[in-house]
């Protein structure tokens, strides 16, 4: 299936294996731009991941515990800091990018 020429772009379709190797495939590899050299049982279970790491999971319930618990006048007020935090990020931003530009010039 990958050999073919007129293989359509993999990133928006569904990819099930059919067949596991650990031999190097090199069509795999020049289709993957090098990423994945061979379709073996060692990288199916990350590259076909559905679900997050055990780790990331915890994390998030974590973190949805916590917003949850938030009453709406602390999230507001920290929403508000934090855009005023990018305001003042980006002005800075724009500060170092205009004196960039005089310099060039």
Known sequence: LVTKEKMPSLQNLIFLPLVLSPD???QLETTTEG???AFSHEV??????T??????ENREKTLT?????LSPEA???QIQQLNNLCDKLLNKLNA??????????
């Open 96 to 105: 170092a990018s205009e004196d960039w530009d005089s310099e060039v010039s």
């Open 75 to 77: 999230a507001q007020k």
């Open 35 to 37: 990423r994945v050299p």
């Open 24 to 26: 190097s495939d090199p």
């Open 51 to 56: 679900k997050f790491e055990p780790e990331v």
């Open 44 to 49: 199916v279970p990350d590259y076909l991941r």
């Open 65 to 69: 515990t916590q917003s949850e618990r």
